[in-house]
């Protein structure tokens, strides 16, 4: 089956290893981006520390920014060495920073700079090369643009494009903002697939339960959910079984959470802040009772400080005491 069938988006300050390990308790076959990590942080800072993750992660791809081809190039070679499944550039992030690098969503005014970045990584790496963009910048709605851009990309080697289906303003709104305010238009997305029937297109942006996603598969050939995902981790419970027809990992919220406290007991062992580890799971039990004595527990720093993997524990008190436990084992079961 298609491997880009269902994606968790990268999404910078969020989507970091301890999080994609609790994503993984969760689904075995979502596919896990990074977050974004630019081409000089990785050819000249903590490389190491950037691109580690556990063996039990896969399939996981690297996000990159840059748009320098030999730094990218020599950036996806990094990436491949330390394991991943594929290297996937970032011509989608609006922000003004990444504008001055000149990278990110600007990108998509130079179709021909990012073909040449594209065959440039793929010189480099024998796994994937993907691109990750919007379908048009500012207030143009011109489909041509988008088209043109992906019709000189795809003949530089790419073959999987995930769109995130909002223009970028690049002037006038937060990086936030544009994932609000530019309107959803996945027609436009389908007009992709129907202009370039041979490439995988993947949807991204606004999907918020299985049903509207799956609705998308007929037409497309993969989803990317970012916010929901980390919002109200649990959706991912369900993507196994409704994507690939497969058992979810675990049956519980409890069974998760025991394997995350494995995790977190061997990673702050190693030196890693019990709070890092717990902030991707503070959305577990959301929608059930007990969920906000839960997030609070595992959010407040002077417990954090005090407790730190007991606050796992004193957590699920919390949450336990409100009568959350019971009824989300029943819940589960039903
Ligand atoms: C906090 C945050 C950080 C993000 N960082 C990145 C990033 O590093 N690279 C990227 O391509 N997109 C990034 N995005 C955009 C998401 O990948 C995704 O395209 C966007 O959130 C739309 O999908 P959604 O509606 O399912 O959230 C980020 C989004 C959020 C909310």
Redesign the pocket.
């Not at 988006?9 to 969020?14: I, K, Q, S, T, V």
């Given at each position: 089956m298609n491997p880009h069938r269902f994606c968790v988006?990268?999404?910078?300050?969020?989507t970091d290893r301890h999080c994609r390990h609790f994503h993984r308790q969760l689904s075995r076959r979502a596919r896990l981006?990074t977050?974004?990590v630019s081409t000089g942080a990785l050819l000249h800072g903590p490389r190491e520390r950037l691109l580690r993750f556990d063996e039990t992660q896969h399939p996981v791809v690297l996000?990159l920014?840059g748009s320098e081809p030999r730094a990218l190039a020599q950036a996806a070679r990094f990436g491949e060495r330390a394991g991943y499944d594929e290297v996937?550039l970032?011509c989608?992030?609006p922000s003004e920073r990444v504008q001055r690098g000149a990278f990110g969503a600007c990108l998509m005014a130079e179709p021909a700079l990012v073909a040449e970045c594209v065959r440039a990584m793929r010189d480099a790496v024998s796994i994937p090369v993907t691109v990750?963009h919007r379908i048009g910048l500012d207030r143009v709605e011109d489909y041509g643009f988008v088209r043109d851009f992906v019709g000189t990309v795809a003949q530089a080697g790419c073959e999987v494009f995930v769109v995130?289906a909002r223009n970028a303003w690049l002037a006038g709104l937060s990086?936030?903002e544009n994932?609000t305010v530019p309107p959803l238009r996945y027609g436009t997305v389908v007009d992709l697939k129907r202009d370039f029937p041979a490439l995988t297109i993947v949807l991204?942006?606004?999907?918020?339960d299985h049903d509207a996603a799956l609705a998308h598969l007929a037409r497309l050939d993969g989803v990317?959910?970012?916010?929901?995902?980390?919002e109200n981790p649990w959706i991912l419970a369900e993507v196994d079984g409704r994507y690939f027809g497969e058992a979810a990992p675990h049956a519980n919220r409890d069974e998760v959470v025991e394997a995350m406290r494995r995790y977190l007991l061997r990673e702050v062992a190693a030196g890693e802040p019990a709070r890092a580890v717990l902030r991707p799971m503070l959305g577990l039990f959301n929608g059930l009772p007990g969920a906000r004595g839960w997030r609070r527990a595992l959010s407040a720093p002077a417990l954090l400080a005090a407790e730190g993997p007991r606050t796992l524990d004193r957590a699920l008190q919390a949450m336990r005491a409100a009568g959350g436990g019971r009824r989300a084992r029943t819940a589960e079961l039903q």
């Open positions: 988006a990268p999404m910078l300050d969020l981006y977050e974004m996000q920014g996937n970032n989608g992030c990750k995130h990086p936030r994932r991204n942006g606004g999907l918020r990317m959910m970012g916010r929901e995902a980390c």
